[in-house]
Each structure stands twice: as structure tokens, then as C-alpha cells.
């Protein structure tokens, strides 16, 4: 059985509503860190469960359909590409017996130091922008070295 630090589930017998477990406790981290959110799903009479994996339900979808055995504790790395509040949101169970577990998380912004290209540039380009050989008969290249 997996083992969560001062993590209880009470299951009534009969009952198979499934229960969502989690000791994550993290409630602010900076955009693009990642953070690992354990997991475990029990559903009485189940020996897997599908979850799906929210970052802000329902319209951003993480993962989908993913099995997790009751025997296991999932690992969901979660990394934030976007900053402000957000609430993750976690679902097992079925459409006719479906529960959700929200994690509220504040995400702060990322500050990258960056500049613009000077505009004294003789070329610019993009990979995608050459399409063939013509393309690349246009390309002139002064020698700032000598």
C-alpha cells in the first residue's frame, strides 16, 4: 500500500466514489519550475483508475486519460509556462460518478533579461524562411573583419 506522510483515506465499504489523495502542499512556485505532485487514486473495486489532469478546468487539459493503479502513487511533474493564479485541478472516476480535487497555485513570474537585434543587421533571417536554392543566392555576407 503506498505510504503518504500524514495522508488518510477513509473509505466506506460499498461506497465506490472515488477518492483523490494528495500531500502537496506547495501554494506558490516561479514559471517553468517544476514541482512534482504525488497522487493516489482508491476506488473501492477498481484495480486502476483514469484521471485527468487539469491546469484550469476544463479548458487546459495536462494529461488525459491516464490509468493509475491503486497499488501506485503517481507523480504528476507539473511546470507552469504561464504565471499568475491557477488552479490545478485533478478528476477520476466516470461520467456517472466523477470527483474532482482542486490545488489552488499562485505561479510568479518569470524575468528574463533580453534585447532586441540592432537594426544595423545587413541580414536576418528564419530557417523556415529560405525554400530553396534561389533563396539562398540572394544571401550576401560582408566581411566586418577585414
Keep these: 500500500m503506498p505510504y503518504f506522510e500524514e495522508e488518510y483515506i477513509f473509505a466506506e465499504p460499498g461506497n465506490d466514489t472515488p477518492i483523490i489523495s494528495t500531500n502537496f502542499t506547495v501554494s506558490e512556485m516561479k514559471q517553468y519550475d517544476i514541482v512534482k505532485i504525488p497522487l493516489y487514486i482508491y476506488r473501492e473495486g477498481y484495480n486502476s483508475n483514469v484521471v485527468n ?11 488525459e486519460k491516464l490509468p493509475i ?11 507552469p509556462t504561464t504565471y ?14 466523477q470527483v474532482m ?3 489552488p497555485l499562485s505561479v510568479e513570474e518569470l524575468k528574463l533579461d533580453h534585447a532586441e537585434e ?9 530557417v523556415n524562411s529560405f525554400v530553396g536554392n534561389e533563396d539562398m543566392q540572394k ?3 560582408i566581411d566586418h573583419l577585414n
Design 101 to 103: 480535487k482542486e490545488i
Design 139 to 141: 544571401w550576401t555576407f
Design 84 to 97: 499568475g493564479n491557477k488552479v490545478l485541478v485533478i478528476v477520476a472516476g466516470d461520467s456517472n460518478n
Design 69 to 79: 493503479d491503486k497499488e501506485t502513487v503517481y507523480t504528476w511533474n507539473y511546470s
Design 53 to 63: 489532469l487539469y491546469e484550469s478546468y476544463p479548458d487546459i487539459l495536462k494529461q
Design 118 to 126: 540592432p537594426d544595423d543587421y545587413t541580414f536576418k533571417f528564419k
